[in-house]
């Protein structure tokens, strides 16, 4: 009898530790950019990231400043590549093994890695040629290393070539077709910055504010055959779903790396639609629920961004952040 209590301890608590993984793997995460000369210091920011119970960030490159203040937090990331780099990324093999050398195996016994990003937005510009490559060469030098964690892209919305319904998704770019095979040959996910905010600005005539700020009250109800859809984001998200089985690579998991509300300087840019959809956001991903689509799929999203950052282009993009860079709060999230 004793021996039967003791392994059913030890099951319990293998299947707290599978439901704890599970439950880290899948959540709400932050983007934290640097493109401000007012920010407080990585230290102070983590900290307060850590003191909202936030444990997921996304960083656009690997600034050794955060990687140093994340050691030992307890915070996932996903460490970004510049776009520049990736023509080196994926011609030389020994610049990718650097990059790992120098980015990532510092970090990698006490910092906890999501993946490493291979640009951002790049499938629309004139790196797109390259995203494969980078993904190829930075995933051997991973592995080379004995580092396991995924190597992805991070894809704007605007590779999508249909979108509406979301089953008649499609991809317009072609290298989505390479980068998502790859993707899905190892079982990596694909990073999609997906903002309802701009499709509503776009076509606010055909899409009511309450279906773009999720607010998934019944009151916008869309249906894709069989499938019933009650906000913007998981229309979106499962366009993307669609693409991808179009181009054979269904099996690929889809993570918003970006998406958010902007508090002022644009058509429907306000503090309270901000906070309205940032909170609704965490409450879809709290419920543990996946999209229509894939409802097995827990849904994984970041906010953009942490601040509002002074070194962006002047207008809406310095006013997504979460947090002033005093670390007065834009607007309260319940994170």
């Known amino acids: 009898m004793g021996c039967n209590f003791q392994l059913s301890i030890l099951a319990a608590l293998l ?69 520049e780099d990736l023509p080196a990324l994926a011609n030389d093999p020994w610049f990718a093994s650097n990059w790992v050398r120098t980015h990532v195996a510092p970090y990698a016994n006490n910092v906890r890695i999501s993946g490493v990003v291979a640009g951002n937005e790049a499938a629309v510009g004139p790196y797109a040629g390259r995203i494969t490559g980078a993904m190829q060469n930075l995933d051997n030098a991973l592995r080379a290393m004995g580092i396991h964690v995924p190597v992805t892209t991070a894809v704007s919305y605007g590779v999508m070539g249909a979108s509406y319904p979301p089953s008649q998704g499609s991809f317009k770019v072609g290298v989505m077709r390479d980068v998502a095979r790859f993707l899905s040959s190892k079982g990596y996910p694909l990073l999609a910055n997906i903002y309802p905010y701009y499709a509503y600005v776009s076509d606010p005539g055909h899409i009511q504010s309450s279906y773009a700020l999720l607010k998934n009250d019944g009151s916008v109800v869309v249906h894709d055959g069989n499938l019933v859809y009650t906000n913007l984001l998981d229309a979106m998200v499962d366009a993307v779903y669609s693409a991808l089985e179009r181009v054979g690579a269904g099996n690929v998991r889809v ?81």
């Not at 900290?47 to 444990?55: E, I, P």
């Not at 409802?295 to 282009?313: T, V």
């Open 15 to 83: 299947i707290l530790s599978i439901l704890q993984e599970v439950t880290e793997v899948n959540g709400i995460g932050v983007n934290y950019g640097l493109l401000g000369n007012n920010l407080p210091p990585p230290s102070r920011t983590i900290g307060v990231l850590r003191s909202r119970g936030v444990r997921k960030i996304r960083i656009f490159t690997p600034d050794h400043g955060v990687l140093d203040a994340l050691r030992g937090s307890g915070i996932e990331v996903f460490i970004g590549t510049l776009n």
């Open 255 to 335: 993570i918003v790396s970006e998406t958010g509300w902007p508090s002022d300087a644009g058509l429907y840019a306000d503090i309270r639609s901000a906070q309205e959809y940032n909170n609704n956001l965490a409450r879809l991903i709290r419920s543990g629920r996946g999209t229509p689509k894939r409802p097995w799929m827990k849904r994984e999203a970041y906010i953009f961004a942490m601040y509002n950052e002074n070194l962006k282009p002047p207008g809406i993009e310095n006013h997504w952040g979460l947090y002033y860079p005093n670390l007065q709060e834009v607007y309260h999230v319940n994170l």
